[in-house]
T-cell receptor, first 108, second 115 residues
């Protein structure tokens, strides 16, 4: 079966750095995606990892360790608009399995 | 439009009625996905299409749920004899291919409420 775990909630301060972890146990692996979802809106793509290591994209970075079944999303220089749910998704063959998401609240 | 389009955006219906939800993917996207999202929860996979065929229907909750796709474009998700537990947002997404590294692009969803 597929199992993806993320913390349910996190809180951080504007301007700070926050790391959102994701661990997974899946029968197959073709890549890991991170999406951002603001309340009442559709998810939007943030990052993709298929090889071990760090992918950097502006204020957002994502890390993958396939041997450990582990990924994290790093958000730097937090802004109030970063308050949202962050979804980790693992692609296995054609299908993607999503975690339940981590709700991040950024406080002034 | 350039994005994934879903209709209706909201649907309220009585328990026991059938509903049909529509998804127009991004032009050229061969893979299409349906998810269900209950309030405050993550995305629950329902089914995906590669072209007009559905390699994985494992997420459909019961035989009341069915989906089809025609012309490698529009897809419809049909729920028969709706139940109150079917109330959720139904999200559709498309991507360039089932094995590509391209992300899924989501529509705004259909918010379904069963009275």
């Amino acid at each position: 079966g597929q199992n993806i775990d993320q913390p349910t909630e996190m809180t951080a301060t504007e301007g700070a750095i926050v790391q959102i972890n994701c661990t997974y146990q899946t029968s197959g692996f073709n890549g890991l995606f991170w999406y951002q979802q603001h309340a009442g809106e559709a998810p939007t793509f943030l990052s993709y990892n298929v090889l071990d290591g760090l992918e950097e994209k502006g204020r957002f970075s994502s890390f993958l360790s396939r041997s450990k079944g582990y990924s994290y999303l790093l958000l730097k220089e937090l802004q109030m608009k970063d308050s949202a749910s962050y979804l980790c998704a693992v692609r296995d063959s054609g299908k993607s399995t999503f975690g339940d998401g981590t709700t991040l609240t950024v406080k002034p | 439009g350039a994005g994934v389009s879903q209709s209706p955006s909201n649907k309220v219906t009585e328990k026991g009625k059938d509903v049909e939800l529509r998804c127009d993917p991004i032009s050229g996207h061969t893979a299409l996905y349906w998810y269900r999202q209950r309030l405050g929860q993550g995305l629950e996979f329902l089914i995906y299409f590669q072209g007009n065929s559905a390699p994985d229907k494992s997420g459909l909750p019961s035989d009341r749920f069915s989906a089809e796709r025609t012309g490698e474009s529009v897809s419809t998700l049909t729920i028969q004899r709706t139940q109150q537990e079917d109330s959720a947002v139904y999200l559709c997404a498309s991507s360039l291919g089932e094995f590509s590294n391209q992300p899924q692009h989501f529509g705004d969803g259909t918010r379904l409420s069963i009275l």
